[in-house]
Nanobody, 122 residues
């Protein structure tokens, strides 16, 4: 299982780090993606980190502000969010990629954790 945590209420311009922890099975050989879902909207790709080589990719909306990293034991993935904006408000989910579908698509991921709510006030 995957479990996202660390969400909360912050002000615009603040920073926040959310984490994704694995339990029950190892996800060390999976690409891990972060998605978010705002009320009434579809899942939106945020970032991904590849298990092989650790390359990272970001959506244009968060590039330069968010950073995804993976602990050396590959059991926890972090999403550091800086310069937060009200439009970043959403439930953030982490997921493990299980298909060859491009990593920006939710369908690429077969394991999803429960989300964590991030609220950014203006």
């Amino acid at each position: 299982q995957l479990q996202a945590s660390g969400g909360g209420l912050v002000q615009a311009g603040d920073s926040l780090s959310v984490s994704c922890a694995a339990s029950g099975r190892t996800f060390s050989s999976y690409d891990i993606g972060w998605f978010r879902q705002a009320p009434g909207k579809e899942h939106e790709f945020v970032a991904t980190i590849l298990w092989s080589g650790g390359a990272t990719y970001y959506s244009e909306s968060v590039k330069g502000r968010f950073t995804v990293t993976r602990a050396s034991a590959k059991k926890t993935v972090y999403l550091q969010m800086n310069s937060l904006k009200p439009e970043d408000t959403a439930v953030y989910y982490c997921a493990a990629r299980t298909t060859t579908t491009p990593y920006t698509y939710p369908d690429a991921y077969g394991y999803w954790g429960q989300g964590t709510l991030v609220t950014v006030s203006s």
